[in-house]
Structure formats: C-alpha cells, structure tokens
C-alpha cells in the first residue's frame, strides 16, 4: 500500500531522467547532481542498518541500558514516528520514505530491549515514571511546534494534506533535536558516557550526513529548501549534537585517565 502511495504520488513526467529510478523509485532524476542525491541516499539507507547494532550488544553485555537516556529513545521513536507520516504526507524523496521507515523498525527494536531490561531488573516503577515524565514532556513540545505552522509558504505547501505532513516534518526535527538533549545532560551528570555505544554515533552521524547531502542535491532554489527544510534541520542538526556526545566522550575519557595517572603517582610517593 506504501509503495502504490510512493509511485503515484511521487511519479511526475520526466523528460530526459533516469528511467528504471522514476519506474522503482518515483524519483526524478534529470542531471548529475540529482544522481548524486539519489545514490547517497541509498547510501543513507544502508547505513542506519548498522547504528542500533552496538548498541543493542553494548546492553546486552551489560545486562542494562542504564547508559541511555529513556527521553532520548523515546522522542527518538517519535521524531521517526513523525518523520515517516510527513515525508509521506507531504511526498518528500522516496529514498526520504524507505529511510524512514527503518527508523521505526530500529527504534522498536532498541525501547523494546530497553523495557525488557528495566522490567528484568525490577525497575518497572522507575519505568513507568520515566515514560509517564517523557510523554507529558514530548506533548508539551509538540504543543508548542504547532504555533511554528503559522510560518508555511503557499508558494511552497500545496493543500491540507501537505500541510500536515510539513508540520509533522517540523514536529519531528523538534524531537530529533531535544531528543538528544536528555542523553547530552545524562552525560554530563555523571561526567561519563559509559554504557552508551560510540560506534552507534559515528554510524548516525555518517547517516544523518547523508541523508541531509543527499536532500540538499536532489534540487536548488529556496523553495525546495523551504520545502525540505524540516527533513534537513532533523539530519544535519543530530549531526551536531551527535558531535558534542562525541567529544563528551573523548573529554571525560582523557580526564578520567589523567585523574587514574594522578593517583598513580601520588600512591607511589607515598610508598617510597
């Protein structure tokens, strides 16, 4: 049913492109450029196959996931949720849709081992709090997004429809971006990042590149901005977060060794 939605709505006339990718993909591709776009999209795609994985064997390992943060997941889930029912609303890239789609295979896969793991070890009050505080926290910010429609261009939306799957574009960049904000905090907290997987950043991060590159080359002008901008802010924004959670790591890592040096030395003074 998906794919009949993606062909027709997707599937414009297309002078001089690519044929077998307007046939399979519904994708206009007429130039180089847009060619790029497309190939790096398919890149994108393979790539988010691989992000959960660490994670997912980081927690195993540890029996927890008390290193990730339960907001970060969760408006994780619905920033793809979001992300998903937009691009098909508003009929963004196909390579947009397919990734999207992933995006809420994975995140199932990861809350649902989160939840196995907080009611394997009796934590299942914590749980339900922590999901209670998340949901009510995530409502109050797709509250507040909806005053942000007040800024659609007709020139660029055409129709209810598309306007819907815009704000939900806008509603989702918002929990992509907030949704790290929990986990970054968590971090500096407990100045660590232990129990989190930093294979799983550096692939999200390579993703999110992607994917928005691929967006930015698959047309030009400001209203294709415009009418992307929400898909391109929730990539190339995660890519700056996904960096701080990086050089977090990195910076708590090197002080705890210097911090470990220190106490080396001092405990050998003291033995002499």
Same mark, same amino acid.
């Given at each position: 049913m998906v794919w009949k939605f993606l062909t027709v709505a997707s599937l414009q006339p297309c002078p001089g492109g690519v044929a077998w990718i307007a046939e399979y993909f519904g994708q206009c591709v007429q130039n180089d450029v847009q060619l790029a776009s497309f190939w790096i999209g398919l890149i994108s795609l393979l790539l988010w196959f691989f992000p959960p994985i660490p994670q997912l064997y980081e927690n195993y390992k540890r029996g927890q996931c008390g290193g990730v943060s339960v907001y970060f997941l969760l408006c994780w889930f619905l920033?793809?949720?979001?992300? %998903?029912?937009?691009?098909?609303?508003?009929?963004?890239?196909?390579?947009?849709?397919?990734?999207?789609? +992933?995006?809420? *295979?994975?995140?199932?896969v990861i809350l649902c081992q989160y939840c196995y793991y907080k009611v394997k070890n009796q934590w299942h009050n914590h749980l339900v709090r922590d999901l209670g505080q998340t949901t009510l926290r995530c409502v109050m910010v797709t509250a507040t997004a909806q005053s942000l429609l007040a800024l659609k261009s007709a020139s660029v939306l055409h129709g209810g429809l598309d306007e819907l799957g815009y704000s939900m574009g806008i509603v989702s960049a918002i929990f992509y971006l907030g949704g790290r904000i929990?986990? %970054?905090?968590?971090?500096?907290?407990?100045?660590?990042?232990?129990?989190?997987?930093?294979?799983?950043? +550096?692939?999200? *991060?390579?993703?999110?590149?992607?994917?928005?590159?691929s967006v930015l080359l698959g047309g030009v002008g400001r209203d294709y901005l415009l009418r992307h901008l929400p898909w391109l802010t929730g990539s190339l924004g995660c890519c700056l977060l996904d960096s701080v959670i990086v050089w977090q790591h990195f910076h708590y890592r090197t002080n705890r060794a210097e911090s470990e040096s220190a106490n080396i030395l001092d405990h050998g003074d003291v033995v002499h």
């Open positions: 920033g793809d949720s979001l992300n %998903l029912a937009g691009a098909l609303l508003s009929r963004q890239l196909p390579t947009q849709i397919f990734v999207g789609i +992933y995006y809420i *295979f994975q995140d199932s929990p986990q %970054l905090y968590m971090n500096c907290k407990r100045v660590s990042t232990e129990g989190i997987s930093m294979p799983m950043f +550096y692939m999200m *991060f390579a993703a999110n590149f992607c994917y928005g590159l």
